[in-house]
């Protein structure tokens, strides 16, 4: 059963997943940067209830600025992201001292600094951010320094259904941060949060951790499940933008639901 | 200030936010939001929470919840169809009176495909004083199967249940039935109350819907009022977008207190 809750007193809104059979394990779901809590297609409610039916507590969470919490995100950056995410540990903590995160995208990559907690014993990266901050700032070439972007004002077009006229590129940069395009469209990204990106190769939190506690997922046409998996060990620790298009999140109900099992899978294992 | 609330529909929750005004007893009407096909509470750009946060600066209560399937209601999205919103609408309504210890009025807020599921609600039920619509659908859609899947339906996984992909939702074959052969202008034509109908100067999708309301405001004794946004989308993806939407339906809402 699911119960809604105002956690913190930064009032943020939380949905707790409560198993029926308990595991000692609780995991803390964290969407796509800028997407409420469900994340697009309902994702994380579905890998929630997944999760909860194999006996974990589960907390999927809104930061600020994000879905129903309170904030906007221009008021958003790398300091908010993780002191939220925080609270999200903090909140489960009161139910088991097994505390694995799920997240997408920069928030994954971001909450690799939790692994040093105690607590916390994994952490699964959905195609997590990885890009390099020289290939961000050269999409971004002659963007002055502001307080905050519209949406619109990083990435033009007019086909917002098929958004086959905006550039593949800066949409592969969007799909690396974890949005929705045209979910972020009318909304404001923190001019502070965006320099960072250009500043910090972001990514490379995942190499300086514990490799074991780690679990990174992206899509692979060529796997049968069409999920494909790496060890941090593996991996180059930046990747290209091409690669967030071409094997990026997909919104494909079958993948979705593989990638549920592999998460399901390995958590159960650590 | 704004109030998380729960109500049980057939043995699942939904939940949803009340977004109210400092003083609950001078609240006059109420705003619920209905929205598409696979939104959710939130939906694109916030604008369902930068809606309730005006709304309720401006004095009335503005309400939005999860149906069962979607966001983070309990349910999943192939077991939903106009059916089971219009119930979890009646049961929201009915959870808001009861919280408010009153019958109260409410108005109906019809985004895309939820324009449906309010059609369905003012043909039963007498509490609707106002509609407003924005970016209606009320003919039917044939093909809501996203193009680059190859197959047409599956059982899904864990259940078997027949369903057909649309994006990375499983939809059910209820649904695609109701959304491929129901047209539901004419119970709008029927409602008796004010109409607010929001369309995007840029959006093909309503066109159908749009010249069907204007036909009917132009023609009968009925109080509806089309708004156009130049050149906006389906979903009103630019800030300046938003707020016009917003300005309307709150100045709109306004009218009616």
Known sequence: ?270 | MEIPFEVIVDNKKIVGIMHMPEKLEEIKLIMLMVYGFNGERVDNNRISVLCGREAAKCGFCFVRFDYRGLGVSEGEFWETSLITKVQDVLAVIKYIESFLERETDFILLGFSDGARVVSRIVEVSPKIKGICLWSPVLNPIVDNVHGNIPRKFFREPMTGSLVSPHRGLWVGYQYMKEQSEEDNTREIELFQGKILSIFGGGDPVVKETKDALTRISSTAEKDIEIAMIPEADHLYSQYAWVIQVISKTVKWGLTLL
């Not at chain 1, 069409?226 to 919104?251: A, D, N």
Request: charged residues 25%; aromatic residues 12%.
């Open chain 1, 1 to 270: 059963m699911i119960s809604q809750h105002c956690i913190s007193e930064k009032k943020l809104i939380g949905i707790l997943h409560e198993p029926a059979e308990k595991r000692d394990m609780g995991v803390v779901l964290i969407s796509g940067y800028s997407l409420p809590m469900c994340d697009v297609d309902y994702f994380m409610s579905k890998l929630a209830r997944y999760l909860c039916g194999n006996g974990m507590f589960v907390l999927q969470l809104d930061m600020r600025g994000h879905g129903d919490s309170v904030g906007n995100l221009e008021d958003v950056d790398e300091n908010t992201l993780i002191e939220d995410m925080e609270e999200g540990i903090k909140y489960l903590s009161q139910f088991t001292k097994n505390v694995f995160f799920v997240s997408r995208g920069v928030c994954a990559s971001l909450a690799c600094v939790f692994l040093e907690k105690e607590i916390i014993k994994g952490l699964v990266g959905i195609c997590p951010y990885l890009l390099s901050k020289d290939v961000v700032k050269q999409l971004w070439v002659g963007l002055p320094d502001r307080q905050w972007y519209e949406g619109k004002e990083l990435i033009e077009g007019k086909e917002y259904r098929t958004l086959e006229d905006f550039d593949q590129n800066k949409i592969a940069f969007f799909n690396a941060l974890g949005v929705r395009l045209r979910n972020i469209l009318a909304q404001k990204i923190n001019g502070n949060f965006f320099g960072q990106l250009q500043k910090k190769d972001i990514g490379k939190q995942f190499f300086l951790v514990d490799k074991k506690k780690i679990l990174i997922l992206f899509s692979s046409p060529t796997t049968k499940s069409g999920v494909e998996t790496f060890y941090v060990s593996e991996m180059h620790q930046t990747v290209e933008l091409e690669k967030y298009i071409s094997s990026g999140f997909q919104r494909n109900p079958v993948w979705q639901y593989e990638v549920s099992k592999v998460i399901c899978d390995w958590l159960i294992k650590m």
